[in-house]
């Protein structure tokens, strides 16, 4: 046993939180089932109490990878040219939230063009689903200047949608979906997976994925061992029963044991294909970006594909077991 652990490679994986996120389950699911162990890899993993604290860790070097956000990334994470952050996996292609309306004006608003002069609600001012909703007011050609954005905090936001305080909000999972369920609310916009991305904002984007520093890569087979063990969670994700995951998650991880199944439905609905990520998803998202709030003027973005290093996790998608 000691041979082998010695031969395990070491990684430090710096997990974007809170620790209940749906968007970086996989990450957690893949320590706590063995998954990165059985591809040789002895990866510690720590969770930081948000998307900047992962993207400020790789950027510190504190890690040799990061579980966060493409803006997160392009706004905290490494600066000079030597250490340009490097995608290597992708998890979803937005902040899992959909865009709801109080079910007593679902009449009078059809659509998010319908929402000129009225009160959206968020979760909190700079929260990461805040640029996704200037994207979808935007596709619909509705100046954010003439709405009244409110923040409400996260269960905060789902009473005053259904107390008719805000005319919409932008609710995240699984919350969105009890919502619509129970039929309180009624959908306007769905960001809930990567068709409905696709199809809400007129071009696919990516939003949490996995980071490399150009300067500190892992080498490509320690790269393309951690995709395999990635691709090997989202398989239990989409397959293994809610008590068997929960069972083997830590108790942050898990949350309120009740609503851990809602949690791992979003999960499994928001993941993007095999990790995959596109040059033009990169593109997109970094517009999307730009006109939320301007990047610095000094911040020098690579290309979309030179900032994409996911030639280890094609590999691995062509190693990994069929399902």
């Known amino acids: 046993m000691l041979g082998l652990i010695l031969l395990l490679e070491a990684l430090t994986l710096v997990v974007s939180g809170p620790p209940t996120s749906p968007e970086y389950l996989p990450l957690h699911v893949a320590e706590a089932a063995g998954d990165f162990r059985a ?17 400020e860790a790789l950027a510190q070097g504190r890690a040799d990878l990061a579980a966060t956000s493409l803006e997160a990334i392009l706004r905290f994470g490494p600066r000079q040219p030597t250490e340009a952050p490097r995608l290597v996996f992708g998890l979803t292609a937005a902040p899992p939230a959909a865009l709801l309306v109080a079910r007593e004006r679902a009449a009078a608003i059809r659509g998010v063009g319908d929402l000129a002069g009225l009160t959206i609600g968020l979760t909190a001012p700079g929260a990461p689903e805040h640029t996704w909703l200037l994207g979808l007011l935007a596709r619909a050609g509705l100046d954010a200047n003439k709405v009244r954005l409110v923040s409400t905090g996260g269960r905060g ?19 969105a979906t009890r919502l619509i369920t129970d039929r309180r609310a009624t959908l306007l916009a769905d960001l809930r997976d990567p068709r409905a991305v696709a199809a809400a904002l007129g ?25 395999r063990a990635l ?19 830590p108790a942050p991880v898990v949350g309120v044991p009740e609503e851990f199944e ?49 030639e280890p996790l094609r590999r691995a998608v062509t190693q990994r077991p069929p399902g």
């Open 157 to 175: 936001l789902a009473h005053a949608l259904r107390e008719g305080e805000v005319a919409a909000g932008l609710v995240a999972e699984p919350e």
């Open 262 to 310: 809602a949690r791992l439905d979003t999960t499994r609905g928001i993941l993007l294909h095999q990790g995959m990520v596109s040059p033009a998803e990169i593109e997109q998202t970094i517009r999307l970006i730009r006109a939320h709030l301007p990047l610095p003027g000094a911040l020098q973005i690579p290309r979309a594909p030179e900032l994409l290093d996911t």
């Open 203 to 227: 071009a696919p984007t990516v939003n949490a994925a996995v980071f490399a520093r150009a300067d500190r890569r892992p080498a490509n087979d320690a790269l393309a061992a951690f995709a």
């Open 231 to 249: 691709l090997a969670a989202t398989r239990r994700l989409a397959t293994d029963p809610p008590a068997s995951l929960a069972g083997r998650l």
């Open 39 to 55: 591809e040789g890899l002895d990866v510690v993993l720590r969770t930081a109490r948000s998307e900047v604290g992962a993207a």
